[in-house]
């Protein structure tokens, strides 16, 4: 739950868009190239080149916030206002267009229900009757004796029944 997803990648990782691959380039809003300073500053400037067209390929064009790269660094302080002023601006954006209250909102319906499964499934699992019919259910759809949807129903009717 956050109300800005920054991320934070290293000049020198290699494969340049990696995170492409895992689909966390996509629900970034802000993505800062850390290290951009003495013999990584070429490499860092290089990453956010490829950073910046590999998000004008990937992004929403529906969003009002457009994300974009920044170049960082902690030992010179380069690019550290800029990375703050950008967040401040997205907030700013977000909330004119309404979505930031929003994203909170929907955020907090979500971790309402997330709650709710956590507390379930721990009520579930230390239930005695469920926790004795586990073991000898699991093996029995590992070896493909009963379903994985029967061996639930089991597992929840034991549950319910002891409510």
Known sequence: MVDLFLLLLAPAGG????GIKKGIIEVADLLLITKSDGALLPVARAAKT????????????QSPWKPFVI???SVTGD????????????KKVMSEAGLFEKQRSDQRI???WN?????????FNNT???RKLKLELEKRVRY???????AAEILISEFMNTR
């Open 144 to 150: 493909g004796e009963t379903s994985p949807t029967a």
């Open 50 to 61: 490829e950073y910046s067209r590999a998000l004008r390929l990937l992004r929403n064009t």
């Open 110 to 112: 979500t971790w309402l």
């Open 128 to 130: 005695e009757k469920v």
């Open 79 to 90: 690019g550290i206002g800029d990375a703050w002023e950008e967040m401040l601006n997205f």
């Open 15 to 18: 494969d340049e868009l990696q």
């Open 71 to 73: 170049n960082v660094s």
């Open 115 to 123: 709650h709710v499964q956590s507390e379930l499934l721990e009520k």
